[in-house]
């Protein structure tokens, strides 16, 4: 998933639908997600909230963080059966 999420964000940065800095931190937040496997299903919740705050406050478009939100929901779907996070 970090690799679609990475794809996601760097199709964006390239439309100019997000700046650099918020898709760096964006993927910042992924891989400190994937480091830490405790309380993963919050750490999920609480990156879809940055990514929907991101939305309201038009730092990201709308159509990005929708793609974003949906691997954040397979993933947070599929971490309960995965143990190699």
């Known amino acids: 998933m970090s690799s679609e999420f990475a794809a996601v964000l760097a199709t964006a940065v390239a439309r100019g639908d997000v700046d650099r800095e918020t898709a760096e931190d ?11 496997t405790r309380d993963r299903a919050k750490r999920v919740a609480d990156l879809r909230d940055h990514i929907a705050e991101l939305v309201r406050r038009d730092r990201l478009a709308a159509q ?16 309960t059966s995965r143990t190699d996070d």
């Open 64 to 79: 990005t963080g929708a793609k974003l939100d949906a691997l954040l929901t397979q993933a947070g779907s599929s971490s």
């Open 26 to 36: 964006l993927r910042d937040d992924l891989a400190d997600l994937n480091r830490r």
